[in-house]
C-alpha cells in the first residue's frame, strides 16, 4: 500500500524523519509531498525543501519526495495512494488534524488519514520553533539533520545583519 505524508516542511525536522521513518516500515511506498500553501511564506524554496529532505531520506529505498500545487487528495489519486499520513503533537494539533481528516473524507471518501503519534523526544518539536531558535542564534543540531542545519544558519547569515 502507498502512503502520502504532505506538509510543508519548512524545513524538515527530526519530528518529521521519526514519522517517515516509522512509516516505511508499515507501507510499501510513502511518498513525502511538499505542498504548496499560498497562505504561508517559506524560508526555503520547494526545490531546497526538496532536496533536503531527499538527502535526509537517502538511506530508506521505498521513500520519495515530491511537491504538490493542488489537493492533497487530489495527489493522492494520481499516485493510487490509499493513505495519507499526519503526525499528532500537541492537543492543539488534534483539532486542526480532525477537521482535515474529515474534510478530506467528504471530498475522496476511498483515502484514509492515519495519525502517528509524535515520539516522546520530538512532542514539543516544529519547523517553526526550529526557524525562531536559529533566527536569534540558538542551537539547532539536536532537532534537524545536520545538512538542514547549515541551510538554516547560512540563510539567516544572509538575511539578518
Ligand atoms: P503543515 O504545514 O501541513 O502542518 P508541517 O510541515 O508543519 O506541515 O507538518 C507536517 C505534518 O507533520 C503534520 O501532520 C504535523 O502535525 C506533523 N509533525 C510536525 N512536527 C512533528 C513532530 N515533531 N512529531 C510528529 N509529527 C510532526
Request: aromatic residues 8%.
Amino acid at each position: 500500500m502507498i502512503a502520502i505524508y504532505p506538509g510543508s516542511f519548512d524545513p524538515i525536522t527530526l519530528g518529521h524523519l521519526d514519522i517517515i521513518t516509522r512509516s516505511s516500515v508499515l507501507y510499501q511506498k510513502v511518498i513525502v509531498v511538499i505542498s504548496l500553501n499560498p497562505n504561508k511564506k517559506p524560508l526555503f524554496t520547494v526545490e531546497e525543501r526538496i532536496a533536503q529532505i531527499q538527502k535526509a531520506v537517502h538511506h530508506l529505498p521505498n521513500v520519495e519526495v515530491d511537491s504538490f500545487d493542488g489537493l492533497t487528495v487530489t495527489y493522492a489519486r494520481q499516485c493510487q495512494a490509499k493513505v495519507l499520513l499526519r503526525g499528532l503533537r500537541v492537543l492543539s494539533d488534534f483539532e486542526k488534524e480532525l477537521q482535515m481528516a474529515h474534510t478530506n473524507k467528504t471530498l475522496a471518501d476511498d483515502i484514509e488519514t492515519v495519525f502517528l503519534a509524535t515520539s516522546t523526544e520530538y512532542g514539543f518539536l516544529s519547523s517553526s520553533l526550529v526557524k525562531e531558535i536559529a533566527r536569534f542564534g540558538g542551537a539547532i543540531r539536536h532537532l534537524v539533520p545536520e545538512h538542514v542545519a547549515l541551510d538554516i544558519e547560512r540563510c539567516y547569515r544572509k538575511i539578518l545583519p
